[in-house]
């Protein structure tokens, strides 16, 4: 993965509040660098925010602390996310998963294939088709179907839309009809687990409509709409409550990786340390006993998670596998090679100081590549369909090492 210095963090964060966020990290640094002495004098296409950090790089040159905060986004997050946990290398080059050499962008890439099945039926000019795709897409990969039709109709465009979703990422758009399947029909609420044991309760709630009378209004009635948990024979809701689920559980890996509790993470660290020496003089393993739901979610899942360090002490490190022992001893390590600070999340918006992005962007890529390499969407589904024996397989089993190499997952 490419880094930077914070005030080349600065240049970036300038240039794509100017506009340039879709070029090349070098591009971007190289326009601030031509317009160094005259920047106060551009007009932005997010005014406000290029202000603001036009003013923090002013203050960088005086040699003052900065204290402003630079933000960098996924790309196209939801794809990204269903990508990297199908291990699919199409959506992977679509949404910087693997480096192609560009920064990628998934809908400008579905626009490219409307445009060849369409030609000249095409009656719209290409900014105007990828603002169309994007809404589209933002929408579909959730699971809506109402949406793309709204915005493209019922004939060619829409069948080109379907066409060029599937293209450029066809296992995260064909994980839509597998997830959409998996309704429970009747059942009151979906439930699944997460790798960190976030328990996830989704109870099915329906509308319904009333006429009411009202005895002191001598009988008069009245129309009432209210909700009710209640079963249904189909759903959509599983589609985008999963994805989202899994973006959540993202959001706070990396706020345990980035803001992290140091005296925990040292103390951790020491006892895996010395329990991976003893064993590698042969002693065994011990019976699992007060880590057992956190072993056993590591099991199902092939993901050591890094919330299991709360409960890790030394009467229980011994219970521990030694792949996730080993897991937990490498990222420890890295944790601690700087100091805790403070991460801003919102959605698949990562906000900190230009001094801690290249942290923010190492775990991201970690996270991603942790879940690309385990068995998480295979459990998910096991869950959904209530079946242990389900089997997924993956598109690849070697996307994680190109996300951990990845210049443009955020950007």
């Not at 509040?17 to 660098?33: F, Q």
């Not at 099945?117 to 809506?144: F, H, N, P, Q, W």
């Not at 709630?205 to 005895?215: G, H, N, P, T």
């Amino acid at each position: 993965m490419q880094t930077f210095q914070p005030y080349e963090y600065l240049f970036i964060a300038i240039a794509n509040a100017y506009g340039l966020d879709k070029a090349e990290y070098s591009t971007r640094i190289n326009w601030v660098k031509e317009n160094i002495n005259n920047l106060e004098n551009i007009q932005a296409d997010e005014t406000f925010i290029y202000q603001k950090q036009v003013r923090a790089l002013r203050i960088a040159q005086s040699k003052q602390p900065v204290h402003s905060v630079i933000h960098f986004d996924a790309v196209c997050s939801g794809i990204q996310v269903l990508s990297a946990l199908t291990g699919c290398h199409k959506g992977g080059k679509a949404t910087g998963l693997i480096n192609t050499g560009k920064r990628p962008d998934a809908y400008t890439e579905i626009t490219k294939v409307m445009e060849e099945i369409l030609g000249d039926k095409l009656d719209m000019t290409t900014k105007e088709l990828r603002s169309c795709t994007k809404e589209a897409t933002i929408t579909a990969v959730y699971g809506s179907t109402n949406k793309p039709k709204e915005i493209f109709g019922q004939g060619a465009k829409l069948q080109s839309f379907k066409k060029g979703c599937k293209t450029i990422a066809p296992a995260a758009f064909g994980m839509l009809e597998i997830l959409r399947n998996s309704w429970n029909a009747g059942a009151l609420s979906h439930n699944w687990i997460l790798p960190d044991g976030f328990n996830v309760y989704v109870p099915v709630v329906v509308s319904k409509k009333a006429r009411l009378e009202i005895d002191e209004l001598n009988g008069h009635k009245v129309s009432a709409q209210f909700r009710v948990n209640e079963g249904t024979d189909e759903g959509l809701s599983n589609i985008a409550n999963v994805t989202h689920s899994v973006d959540g559980y993202i959001l706070r890996s990396m706020i345990r990786y980035c803001n992290y509790d140091k005296s925990t993470a040292i103390r951790v660290k020491g006892l895996i340390d010395a329990a991976l020496a003893i064993r590698a003089e042969g002693a065994a393993q011990l019976k699992p006993n007060k880590l057992m739901d956190s072993l056993s979610r590591a099991n199902h899942f092939k993901l050591a998670d890094i919330r299991m360090i709360n409960y890790i002490n030394v009467r229980n490190v011994g219970e521990l596998d030694t792949w996730i022992l080993e897991s937990l001893q490498a990222d420890l390590t890295k944790m601690l090679s700087y100091e805790p600070f403070e991460l801003v999340v919102i959605h698949d918006s990562f906000g900190c100081l230009p001094s801690n992005m290249n942290e923010v962007r190492y775990w991201y890529n970690e996270v991603l590549a942790k879940l690309a390499e385990s068995d998480t969407m295979q459990y998910l589904l096991q869950q959904l369909y209530h079946n242990p024996e389900l089997e997924f397989i993956k598109e690849s089993e070697d996307l994680a090492n190109y996300i951990r190499q990845a210049d443009y997952t955020l950007c």
